[in-house]
């Protein structure tokens, strides 16, 4: 069974620190996905990655930049967090370029709150 | 761009009642259709999916959804209700070609009364 794995369940940083989400997964997949999940907002896509050292902007990549050096890792990094970053961070992936085929694998997420 | 609505926030249905949450997309081609469910303190699993054939499909946890093309719809069904189906239920859309990543709507959660 396909397993992601977030580092941290919950994490409490200060405003203006650098904060490293890190995310593996297990099965070999080209596809990671940052997620971004707020109450009433659902979920938005921050950054995506199809291939090592590859990444793509998603819906609000503003205060968030990546990295993929390994296939199976996936770091979302808020290089000065802020209070307005305090959300659950969800990563994904996925094997296919097409998404029918390929669904989403979701880790369980980091509560992130920024003080 | 494509987008999903799910008009409810919320929904309360009691123990061994039907369900139906709703989903419209909008979306200029074919679409794919999926409904995701998260678990309190868990990640999203999917439940079903739907991109052409039969528009009723069937997914686990004797979930089923239908396209309605007519009305951009995928509305979620189940016939009985089970306590351990209170959850929040997202409805995504993805492209049919190239590259694909999901737009999710914004979640409807489920409670269910005893």
């Known amino acids: 069974d396909v397993k992601v794995t977030q580092s941290s369940r919950y994490l409490v940083k200060r405003t203006g620190e650098k904060v490293f989400l890190e995310c593996v997964q297990d099965m070999d997949h080209e596809n990671m996905f940052w997620y971004r999940q707020d109450p009433g907002l659902g979920l938005r896509l921050i950054y995506f990655s199809y291939d090592v050292k590859m990444k793509e902007k998603g819906d609000i990549p503003e205060g968030y930049s990546v990295s993929r050096e390994k296939k199976e890792r996936f770091s979302l990094i808020l290089e000065s967090a802020s209070t307005n970053q305090t959300s659950m961070y969800l990563c994904?992936?996925?094997?296919?370029?097409?998404?029918?085929?390929?669904?989403?694998?979701f880790g369980n997420g980091t509560r992130l709150t920024v003080t | 761009a494509q987008s999903v609505t799910q008009p409810d926030i919320h929904i309360t249905v009691s123990e061994g009642a039907s369900l139906e949450l709703r989903c419209n997309y909008s979306?200029?081609?074919?679409?794919?259709l999926f409904w995701y469910v998260q678990s309190p303190g868990q990640g999203l699993q999917l439940l079903l999916k739907?991109?052409?054939?039969?528009?009723l499909v069937q997914g686990i946890k004797g979930f089923e959804a239908e396209f309605k093309r007519s009305q951009s719809s995928f509305n979620l069904r189940k016939p009985s209700v089970h306590w351990s189906d209170a959850a929040e239920y997202f409805c995504?859309?993805?492209?049919?070609?190239?590259?694909?990543?999901?737009?999710f709507g914004k979640g409807t959660m489920l409670l269910v009364s005893p």
């Open positions: 979306y200029g081609a074919t679409p794919y």
């Open positions: 994904a992936s996925s094997f296919f370029q097409s998404s029918y085929n390929s669904p989403l694998h």
């Open positions: 995504a859309v993805g492209a049919a070609s190239g590259y694909s990543t999901l737009t």
């Open positions: 739907y991109f052409s054939g039969d528009t």
